[in-house]
């Protein structure tokens, strides 16, 4: 096996330099792990690297958890799994994993690295959130299992992730090593009980980068043998390819050193180093054992058999007009008390928190505006009816999720300055457990089809029907 197979280098748009990625390419890197772009963009990129590249077949890859949305300007974001877990439809999570695989496909990409199926059973977890279906065991697999069922229909390689279990902690490995301190029948109970059922749907799992001293005291669990060949193989009798989480994140230390370990304690695949050409260099100067180098194949080999067992759409079909997001809206929303109803002519005064990404409030807005409401920014005197829209959401290498005092204190007095208020959260579930107000809705997701379903809310036109995935 040509030992560089094993390293497959993340490829940004607008950052990586194409000839880097092309000279990767030929090198015979097993595959590539997209970020940004543009559909026209990925659709080019996918077909210039497998045409350097002297295998028969690379696996290009993304995270495209939420659609390909997420990191495509010129896609469609889709629905959370939180939304899908308030929802707790397992029919809606098919159509996400099917409508993301097509998608995927279209423009060359081979393998989606989703599920997620850490639970969103910690409030301070900065890099989880709504990328989980929940915080219930049975439910995150059965929505989870649900979503694998529609990528494997659509012809894209799946990925568990983050093994064994990323939920139960507040570091983003992005940034540090995350400690997950829950005992070893807690975790057998909990975390590993989506891993341990569906694992005989598992293309492949991720090892997150965690410590877990119940299972190793001393190395993270993306190098760990007792965790990965230990646990997951042997115990839980895991038999196809393992990759390790991104190298580039800053949790491992010397990625040279962690690659190495990763590969000895089980991963068939080294994703994303900060600086592929040196670990290259690195590895082709180890001694590996040409049996963990067979397997390594073996492993890649698989994946890449089904990546061809189902064609892919053309952009025109992948890429059609669906209401999948629109039904998904109505079964997710969630209200937590009660909402007041507009009527036409009435001001909505609105407050706007967290924004940092300054997402659009555009959907929310129009709605309103479209049956004759007058959304006017909260300016500190007195509002008869206010709105606040938190749109703060996870956020890689940020390393927080909560509000800040000061927008904490800003929220509080906006509320105390209104006779009739709601609380709407676009993102992150957990920061309106801080306020009291007379109403809490829940959309999981600042889409613009979710925004829209928002506002239908509080004009009256229908009553949202999700429950709460998570415990506040």
């Known amino acids: 096996m040509n030992i560089n197979r094993l390293v497959h280098p993340g490829f940004w748009f607008g950052k990586t330099p194409l000839q880097e990625a092309l000279q990767l390419a030929r090198m015979g890197v097993g595959g590539f792990c997209l970020y940004g772009g543009t559909r026209p963009e990925v659709a080019a990129l996918t077909q210039a690297l497998r045409a350097a590249s002297p295998h028969k077949r690379i696996l290009i890859s993304a995270d495209y958890e939420d659609g390909l949305g997420r990191w495509l300007p010129d896609a469609e974001l889709l629905p959370s799994n939180l939304a899908l877990g308030a929802a707790d439809d397992p029919q809606l999570a098919f159509e996400k994993g099917l409508l993301t695989a097509r998608q995927a496909k279209s423009l060359g990409v081979d393998w989606v690295f989703a599920p997620v199926v850490d639970l969103a059973d910690n409030a301070a977890n900065p890099i ?9 065991p049975e439910r995150v697999t059965r929505l989870a299992g649900a979503f694998m069922d529609g990528l494997s229909q659509g012809g894209a390689i799946n990925c568990l992730k983050h093994f064994p279990g990323h939920g139960n902690t507040s570091t983003d490995s992005h940034l540090a090593l995350p400690v997950v301190l829950a005992t070893r029948a807690h975790l057998q109970t909990h975390e590993l009980v989506p891993f341990q059922r569906l694992l005989p749907k598992a ?3 991720m090892a997150g980068h965690l410590l877990v001293p119940a299972l190793d005291e001393q190395f993270p669990a993306s190098v760990s043998p007792a965790i990965l060949g230990g646990l997951l193989q042997r115990d839980m009798g895991f038999n196809g390819c393992i990759c390790t989480d991104a190298l580039s ?7 040279k050193k962690a690659a190495l370990a990763a590969f000895l304690a089980g991963a068939h695949i080294l994703l994303v180093p900060d600086k592929p050409f040196e670990l290259l260099d690195f590895l082709q100067h180890q001694t590996l054992p040409p049996t963990l180098l ?3 194949e073996q492993m890649q080999n698989r994946l890449c058999a089904r990546a061809d067992e189902v064609p892919p759409s053309t952009q025109a079909a992948a890429f059609g007009p669906t ?3 629109k039904r998904t809206a109505r079964k997710a929303l969630t209200l937590v008390g009660s909402a007041f109803t507009l009527q036409p002519g009435e001001p909505l005064y609105y407050l706007s928190i967290g924004n940092d990404e300054q997402l659009s409030a555009g959907g929310f807005l129009q709605t309103l505006r479209a049956f004759g409401i007058t959304p006017l920014p909260f300016n500190g005197g007195p509002a008869d009816k206010l709105a606040v829209l938190c749109w703060r959401r996870y956020q890689a290498f940020k390393g927080k999720i909560g509000l800040d005092e000061p927008e904490v204190s800003l ?5 105390s300055h209104s006779r009739q208020n709601i609380l709407i959260s676009f993102a992150n579930p957990w920061a309106a457990a801080q306020f009291d107000c007379g109403g809490k809705l829940f959309t999981f997701s600042p889409s613009p089809v979710f925004q829209e379903a928002a506002a239908q809310v509080l004009l009256g036109q229908w009553t949202p029907q999700g429950h709460l995935p998570i415990l506040l």
């Open 128 to 136: 989880v959130n709504t990328r989980s279906f929940g915080a219930d």
């Open 203 to 205: 293309d492949c799992v």
């Open 249 to 255: 994140m800053k949790a491992l230390g010397d990625e």
């Open 294 to 296: 067979a397997r390594a």
């Open 323 to 325: 209401d999948f997001s």
């Open 411 to 415: 929220v509080k007095t906006a509320l």
